[in-house]
């Protein structure tokens, strides 16, 4: 009974997993080119809302990390709360930055062997990429990904593990696999694969700061960066 009592949320976890990948999976490819990350977006934050946002339960939003400053609970909203954990996410997310992207850099060069020297590309329209990145693509990926899949997957399987001052277990790994596979599928590239490496550090993240502000700022500013690295060594990555 207590194994099948544990099986049962976990096989619901993954089953949900599966049928929102097949529901975007066919968006990326239905939809025009210009609006298949839109509608990809919009399916991540409609199936996280029926999940956990629909219930006027704050509590449940709080569990799975999506409080976000409390933007995202249905009591009143505190402004003082919201800059303090605002500035929180961000700091983890620079400080996140800091850590990996200089490795990020090096391994960008030793796989792409770009011919060109890097030069820093233009930035007209950086502002809408950036919002772009954060509000259409990590935003919309955390919230399922981070918020509703490694939150229940966690609660099926509880973390054993404690890195860096994070509790993680399975769930980090499982996400991280799922999350992958549902790139590769959007886009037949094994290139996509390796999104499963930021995904770990976006999984820990979340454990480590307790919502998912962080890596949904750490992951804008992924996509940001390799962009830039892409554009200033006029390499397509």
Not at 82 to 111: H, I, K, M, N, S
Not at 131 to 159: G, H, K, S
Not at 202 to 209: E, T, Y
């Amino acid at each position: 009974m207590h194994l099948a009592a544990r099986r049962s949320p976990l096989t619901r976890a993954l089953a949900i997993a599966a049928a929102t990948t097949a529901l975007v999976t066919v968006l990326s490819y239905a939809l025009p080119a210009d609006y298949s990350g839109t509608g990809v977006g919009l399916a991540f934050v409609a199936v996280t809302y029926v999940l956990v946002l629909r219930d006027d339960d704050d509590i449940k939003v709080r569990h799975h990390g999506l409080s976000l400053g409390g933007l995202l609970e249905w009591g009143p909203l505190d402004y003082r709360r919201l800059l303090r954990d605002g500035a929180r996410a961000l700091g983890w997310a620079l400080l996140t930055a800091c850590v990996f992207f200089p490795p990020f850099w090096l391994g960008f060069v030793f796989w792409w062997h770009p011919t060109a020297s890097f030069a820093l590309p233009s930035f007209d329209g950086f502002a809408t990429r950036a919002a772009n990145e954060l509000l259409m693509i990590a935003l919309p990926e955390e919230a399922f990904y981070r918020a509703y899949l490694l939150t229940a997957v966690d609660d099926a399987l509880p973390p054993t593990r404690r890195v860096l001052g994070a509790e993680v277990g399975w769930g980090l790994v499982i996400v991280s696999a799922l999350f992958a596979v549902g790139h590769l599928l959007t886009e037949l590239d094994p290139n996509r694969l390796a999104v499963f490496f930021p995904s770990l550090v976006f999984c820990w993240l979340r454990r480590r700061s307790g919502g998912i502000g962080a890596p949904t700022a750490f992951h804008a500013m992924c996509n940001l960066f390799a962009w830039l690295l892409a554009q200033g060594y006029g390499v397509r990555a």
